[in-house]
Nanobody, 118 residues
Framework: QVQLVESGGGLVQPGGSLRLSCAASGFPVGFTFSDYLMNWYRQAAGQQRELVAT???????NYADGVKGRFIISRDNRKNTVYLLMNSLKPEDTAVYYCNADSSSVYWGQGTQVTVSS
């Protein structure tokens, strides 16, 4: 069973930055981290979970409209880790952020809270 562990969340003032990390382990036989499309989702209180950013095994990324130009997703296939650098944070970015690994099966991390407030 693939395990995803997020870290790096916390309280930050508007305009600040945070970098989230998601470390993956426990891949099935025949699979490696680079076989997975990696995604960051977020879920604000009372809202549906939404896709924030995606990165392919080759490093091609896509972003939700609301974070384009502010967030950067990256991955290190040697360290089995995906990152989300969040700049110019806004109060509306407050949410629990989840890491997701997508291949023949889909796996989720436990989430990390990001709170943007003065």
């Amino acid at each position: 069973q693939v395990q995803l562990v997020e870290s790096g969340g916390g309280l930050v003032q508007p305009g600040g930055s945070l970098r989230l990390s998601c470390a993956a382990s426990g891949f099935p036989v025949g699979f490696t981290f680079s076989d997975y499309l990696m995604n960051w989702y977020r879920q604000a209180a009372g809202q549906q979970r939404e896709l924030v950013a995606t990165i392919t095994r080759d490093g091609i990324s896509n972003y939700a409209d609301g974070v384009k130009g502010r967030f950067i997703i990256s991955r290190d296939n040697r360290k089995n880790t995906v990152y989300l650098l969040m700049n110019s944070l806004k109060p509306e970015d407050t949410a629990v952020y989840y890491c997701n690994a997508d291949s023949s099966s889909v796996y989720w991390g436990q989430g990390t809270q990001v709170t943007v407030s003065s």
